[in-house]
């Protein structure tokens, strides 16, 4: 049986993130078994001082490895967000509770109150402002109709898309399209 080490890494949320650790990782010879979101697996575990240098080069881009078990539930639970939004419409049917539970193989409530009590935003608030980023995105890019963006991010119709927009932004879709300078966060910084 292959020994196994895994280090949790905060903050990773897209595939270029996971090239830049990779480079990180080759840059520092230590070969790994894979990257993934959130994750490093390797199979050997690393010596202190070697660790200190691959946590030094993380913070460096803006990533940190998570000691704690609590704040990898945490990481776990944002990465379970971020797959949801990324699932296709059809399979939005789903309940993110349900699918977050299923992923992560434990009660949502548990994973809600300890969510909460870490991040000071429940996983539901923090699902929607990523919700809101994507519909950002999505308008700026100016390819989709709000009709096709509204059903692209999971919500029921058009007016839900846009009363929700108007909830967190103070401003309509529409109005956020004439804007000159246009404010989207960081999909990391979601939540802060």
Do not use: W
């Not at 994973?111 to 935003?121: Q, V």
């Amino acid at each position: 049986m292959e020994f196994v080490y895994t280090l949790y890494v905060k903050n990773m949320v897209c595939q270029r993130c996971i090239l830049i650790v990779k480079n990180i990782l080759a840059s520092l010879d230590i070969s790994v078994s894979d990257v993934d979101l959130g994750r490093i697996t390797l199979s050997y575990e690393l010596d202190i001082s070697r660790q200190k240098q691959l946590a030094d080069s993380l913070s460096n881009i803006g990533l940190e490895i998570i000691e704690c078990r609590v704040n990898q539930l945490v990481e776990e639970i944002k990465q379970g967000v971020r797959d949801y939004l990324s699932l296709s419409p059809d399979s939005h049917q789903y309940k993110l509770s349900s699918f977050i539970s299923g992923k992560l193989a434990y009660d949502f409530g548990y994973l809600s109150d300890l969510f909460s009590k870490m991040e000071g935003i429940t996983v539901e608030r923090y699902f929607m402002l990523h919700r809101l980023e994507k519909v950002k995105e999505l308008l700026d890019y100016d390819q989709l109709s709000l009709s096709e963006i509204a059903f692209e991010v999971g919500f029921s119709s058009v007016h839900h898309l846009s009363s929700q927009f108007k909830k967190l932004t103070g401003i309509t879709p529409s109005q956020y399209k004439l804007l000159a300078v246009k404010e989207r966060k960081c999909l990391d910084l979601v939540g802060v």
